[in-house]
């Protein structure tokens, strides 16, 4: 067990459409009518505020791992900068965010699909969960061109939302607050930020990208501006076209916008497209978390976990991790809700981000004599980035508002 090594398969390429993928998918399918509930017509900003939270927190994945390009992710940047202990206590964190995230959106996927086929959603559940699992146990070159096809699917698909609304554009005032005014656009935000944990999966595959000290920091910051973009000219167009109002209540917002301007063949396109973007996110979150799951068990003395890191089939990929972490998603996805586990997700993952971003001050700290990675973040003082720092403070506030949105619907 543990004798092989993963295979260095991914490029710059792969690596930035795993992480255009990666953030873009359920969340802008699904998330942005219950956003809409906060931000009114300043849904955009909501956007722009989630956008840049999550960049900034970004740029410090983006230099731990151009330190650390190893497939732990943020286990691996808390072990460095925390120990191991704290970091396998943070992994738990780390886990339950990637299963019950992928649960959550599989739900997704079958009420997307049971517009298609009437299907009952736990057979689409268990189906879509184990079609994903498929494709990462056959390895990571296979799963990346799925999730190219995907990705571009989904792109494709919020091309055409934003296309057709483009004539609706200045006829809702941008700029104006609904009641629950400044409060309401950083809860949108927050919720919002259930979109962004592809960071978290992306940097998990730093073991099976070519030059990943280089590579994966561009593919973290280049891929993160390109969602910003998307994300909020999808926010402008879905706001002018129907309005925050009735946004907010339709069940399935973007597939509603298509349908107000091109009727049911519109509305049935994005739904297919929105299948392929949830699908992907699934096939995401599985692959980063049975990565986790791998470097946990190759660092730890725990006899049983020895396990997970045996790396078998034809992808030589972790497929002990991969197939656990996809029961417990089926598991949980046969009970989730979409919103409140978001939410919850949220909590975990902002609890990480933050550890990661206060991590990196540490590590700074204490480990002065450390060699330069290939990229650092940039606006420093004695070795403290004022980035970082402000990352941090900004993870603070969001995660203060992830509370209010779940214990009273803000």
């Known amino acids: 067990m543990g004798k092989k090594e993963l295979k260095k398969s991914l490029g710059f390429w792969d690596v930035l459409m795993f992480g255009v993928g990666g953030i873009i998918g359920a969340g802008i399918y699904a998330i942005i009518g219950k956003a809409a509930t906060h931000g009114g017509n300043m849904l955009w900003l909501s956007f722009v505020i989630a956008s840049l939270v999550?960049?900034?927190?970004?740029?410090?994945?983006?230099?731990?791992?151009?330190?650390?390009?190893?497939?732990?992710?943020?286990?691996?940047?808390?072990?460095?900068?925390?120990?191991k202990k704290t970091a396998l206590y943070m992994s738990i964190f780390m886990t339950f965010t990637g299963f019950v995230a992928a649960a959550a959106i599989a739900i997704s996927f079958a009420e997307y699909f049971s517009r298609l086929i009437e299907t009952p959603s736990w057979i689409v559940v268990i189906g879509v969960v184990a079609l994903m699992a498929f494709f990462n146990i056959v390895g990571s070159k296979y799963s990346s061109y799925f999730n190219m096809f995907a990705t571009i699917v989904t792109l494709a698909g919020l091309i055409?939302?934003?296309?057709?609304?483009?004539?609706?554009?200045?006829?809702?005032?941008?700029?104006e607050m609904n009641s629950k005014g400044v409060n309401g656009i950083i809860a949108g935000a927050a919720l919002i930020f259930f979109s962004y944990i592809g960071f978290?999966?992306?940097?998990?595959?730093?073991?099976?990208?070519?030059?990943?000290?280089?590579?994966?920091?561009?593919?973290?910051?280049?891929?993160?501006?390109?969602?910003?973009?998307?994300?909020?000219?999808i926010a402008i167009?879905?706001?002018?076209?129907?309005?925050?109002?009735?946004?907010?209540?339709?069940?399935?917002?973007?597939?509603?916008?298509?349908?107000?301007?091109?009727?049911?063949?519109?509305?049935?396109?994005?739904?297919i497209v929105a299948l392929f973007a949830t699908s992907k996110t699934i096939l995401s979150?599985?692959?980063?978390?049975?990565?986790?799951?791998?470097?946990?068990?190759?660092?730890?003395?725990?006899?049983?976990?020895?396990?997970?890191?045996?790396?078998?089939?034809?992808?030589?990929?972790?497929?002990?991790?991969?197939?656990?972490?996809?029961?417990?998603a089926i598991g949980f996805g046969l009970i989730g809700n979409l919103?409140?586990?978001?939410?919850?997700?949220?909590?975990?993952?902002?609890?990480?981000?933050?550890?990661?971003?206060?991590?990196?001050?540490?590590?700074?700290?204490?480990?002065p004599e450390a060699e330069t990675p290939k990229f650092k973040v940039p606006l420093n003082f004695n070795n403290v980035s004022v980035l970082t720092f402000l990352a941090l403070i900004t993870i603070i506030v969001m995660f203060v508002y992830n509370i209010i949105n779940l214990i009273k619907g803000y």
């Not at 999550?54 to 120990?83: C, H, M, N, W």
Request: proline share 3%; hydrophobic share 50%.
């Open 54 to 83: 999550a960049l900034l927190t970004g740029l410090s994945y983006a230099e731990f791992v151009s330190r650390f390009p190893d497939a732990g992710g943020s286990f691996e940047y808390i072990k460095q900068s925390f120990g």
């Open 160 to 175: 055409l939302v934003i296309a057709f609304s483009i004539p609706d554009i200045g006829s809702k005032n941008l700029l």
């Open 200 to 233: 978290e999966d992306l940097v998990k595959m730093a073991e099976e990208t070519k030059n990943p000290r280089v590579n994966m920091p561009w593919a973290i910051i280049l891929s993160g501006v390109i969602v910003m973009v998307f994300y909020v000219l």
């Open 237 to 271: 167009c879905s706001v002018s076209t129907l309005g925050w109002e009735e946004l907010s209540s339709s069940n399935g917002p973007l597939a509603a916008v298509i349908e107000s301007q091109w009727g049911a063949i519109g509305a049935t396109i994005l739904v």
């Open 285 to 328: 979150n599985i692959l980063g978390t049975s990565r986790l799951l791998y470097d946990v068990a190759r660092d730890s003395d725990i006899s049983w976990l020895k396990r997970f890191t045996t790396l078998s089939g034809i992808g030589n990929t972790p497929n002990y991790a991969i197939i656990s972490i996809s029961i417990l």
């Open 339 to 367: 919103e409140v586990v978001a939410s919850m997700s949220n909590i975990f993952i902002f609890i990480v981000f933050g550890m990661v971003n206060l991590g990196l001050i540490l590590y700074r700290r204490d480990h």
